[in-house]
């Protein structure tokens, strides 16, 4: 049952046995009509100031290839599962792993809870030259990422044209390539997020920063699985 779904059954008793009883039904939840948690205490700008998807906001619908399937998904056809996105470039050695590990002990301690059902993993490529198939498979095994589990779905812009449209302008992650002294290859600036949607696609969690929270990303999926 999604968040909807469980406010509309609260509703309903609600209405049938405290007549005449008014009140917030987010109170008894934690976060708003359309979350489990409460806002951020650190996130000081409104939402809809911020660049990137935020806290109580949807989270963008978009459809990208996933290459080790061959699938097409849809970042809002998940009824009923928690998502965590990420954008990356598997080339990265500064911040990229350190986001990926942190979906990666997302994904480790769900299986480890049994609740691997319960949510999916997006990391989006924005060097889709580079991140195809061969490449992406290899990353996850660099990684430790389980692909067996079936819940980890890197995707992939057709080109530097869709990954800037879908990254940059949709999700508000800027990146930009560079090529480094002493390199013969490029690399890219860019924003570090990470993002946790809960079961209507609504943004609960979004962090920005070099260091993601690992901890603190679990804690907020088990919280989020205790008030379904």
Not at 83 to 106: E, G, K, N, Q
Not at 124 to 144: H, I, K, W
Not at 210 to 223: G, Y
Request: charged share 25%.
């Amino acid at each position: 049952m999604n968040r909807r779904d469980y406010l509309a059954s609260l509703t309903a008793v609600g209405t049938a046995s405290t007549a005449g009883c008014l009140g917030p039904l987010s109170g008894v939840i934690g976060g708003g009509s359309d979350t489990y948690l409460g806002k951020p205490d650190n996130q000081r700008a409104r939402s809809a100031d911020l660049p990137w998807p935020a806290y109580g906001q949807d989270l963008p619908e978009v459809t990208l290839t996933a290459p080790l399937s061959g699938q097409e998904i849809t970042t809002t056809q998940f009824d009923d599962k928690f998502v965590a996105m990420t954008f990356f470039y598997s080339h990265c050695t500064t911040v990229c792993p350190f986001l990926i590990s942190a979906l990666r002990d997302m994904q480790a301690q769900a299986a480890n809870e049994g609740y691997s059902d319960d949510i999916v993993f997006l990391p989006v490529t924005f060097d889709p030259e580079r991140d195809d198939e061969e490449r992406l498979r290899e990353y996850a095994e660099q990684e430790n990422v389980d692909l067996d589990i079936g819940n980890w779905h890197f995707l992939r812009p057709d080109d530097k044209e869709h990954a800037k449209q879908v990254v940059a302008d949709t999700f508000g992650v800027g990146f930009w390539r560079t090529h480094p002294e002493g390199m013969n290859m490029y690399m890219f600036d860019h924003r570090a997020l990470v993002l946790l949607a809960n079961d209507d696609a609504v943004v609960e969690r979004a962090y920005s920063g070099n260091d993601p929270p690992t901890q603190r990303l679990i804690d907020n999926v088990e919280t989020m699985r205790s008030r379904r």
